[in-house]
C-alpha cells in the first residue's frame, strides 16, 4: 500500500473514532441511546455505564477518547505537512501506542471489573487500534525511505565510438 492510502487509514480511523466517541459522550448523558447498543446482558452499554468505572484520572472515558483521535487527527496532519521530519511521525507512534495502551486499561476494568463490554467502546478501541497500525506503517516506510542509499545519475553513452 503506497504512504498516502496509510495515511488515509489514520485520518479516517481517527474520525470515525471521533464520531463514536461523541455517540459514547450522547449516550452517556442519554439513557434512551445506551438501549441501542445493548444486546444482552454482556454487551450492554448500560452495564458499562452503570458501573460507576468509566473514569479514569477523574476523566470521563469517552473524554479521552474524544481527545485522542482529535490529537491524533491534529499530529497525522503535522505528519503529513512536514513528512520529512521524523519528529511528528514519531509523536504520532507515541500517541497511537499511548491511546492503545489506555483501551488496554479500559478492556481490563470492562471484562475483569464489571463482566461486560460496551459494543460502542468497542468499536472505538478498533478505530484506535486501526490508528496505531497506521503510524507504525508510515514510520516504517519513512524509515525505509531514509535508509534508501542515493540513486546515481543514469550512465549514458556518448555515441561516439574511438
Given at each position: 500500500m503506497r504512504t498516502r492510502n496509510w495515511r488515509s487509514v489514520v485520518y479516517l480511523?481517527?474520525?470515525f473514532g471521533l464520531?463514536?466517541?461523541l455517540f459514547a459522550a450522547a449516550?452517556?448523558?442519554?439513557?434512551?441511546?445506551?438501549?441501542?447498543?445493548?444486546?444482552?446482558?454482556f454487551f450492554s452499554c448500560s452495564l458499562i455505564d452503570e458501573s460507576g468505572k468509566t473514569t479514569t484520572l477523574g476523566v470521563p472515558d469517552y473524554l479521552w477518547g474524544i481527545l485522542g483521535f482529535v490529537a491524533i487527527l491534529a499530529v497525522a496532519g503535522l505528519a503529513e505537512v512536514?513528512?520529512?521530519d521524523r519528529r511528528y511521525t514519531y509523536g504520532l507512534v507515541a500517541l497511537t501506542?499511548?491511546?492503545v495502551a489506555l483501551?488496554?486499561?479500559?478492556?481490563?476494568?470492562?471484562l475483569v471489573q464489571i463482566h461486560g463490554l460496551c459494543p460502542v467502546c468497542l468499536t472505538a478501541y478498533g478505530f484506535g487500534w486501526l490508528c496505531w497500525v497506521g503510524s507504525l506503517v508510515?514510520?516504517?516506510k519513512l524509515r525505509r525511505r531514509d535508509q534508501k542509499p542515493a540513486t546515481p545519475p543514469p550512465v549514458t553513452s556518448s555515441g561516439a565510438s574511438g
Open positions: 480511523s481517527a474520525a464520531i463514536t466517541s449516550e452517556y448523558f442519554d439513557a434512551a441511546l445506551r438501549q441501542i447498543c445493548s444486546a444482552g446482558s512536514h513528512a520529512r501506542t499511548a491511546g483501551t488496554a486499561y479500559f478492556l481490563y476494568v470492562e508510515l514510520l516504517r
